[in-house]
């Protein structure tokens, strides 16, 4: 993971050492709650979210 991502992921409170599993579910839902406007659109946060998606999704 790239330095954003891991920032992000120190933002809301997740260990990048954690298990994929719980990565992937903490940054779904704050990607779900705090990151998509009116129109589902990613704001900077959703953007890296979707990139960490993105990179757990590679490496499964």
């Not at 954003?4 to 940054?27: M, P």
């Not at 953007?47 to 993105?54: A, K, Q």
């Amino acid at each position: 993971m790239n330095e954003k991502q891991l920032q992000l992921l120190r933002k809301i409170g997740i260990d990048a050492n954690a298990e994929i599993d719980i990565i992937e579910e903490a940054v779904g839902d704050y990607l779900n709650t705090h990151c998509l406007d009116e129109n589902y659109t990613p704001n900077e946060d959703g953007l890296i979210c979707e990139s960490i998606l993105d990179y757990i999704g590679n490496i499964n």
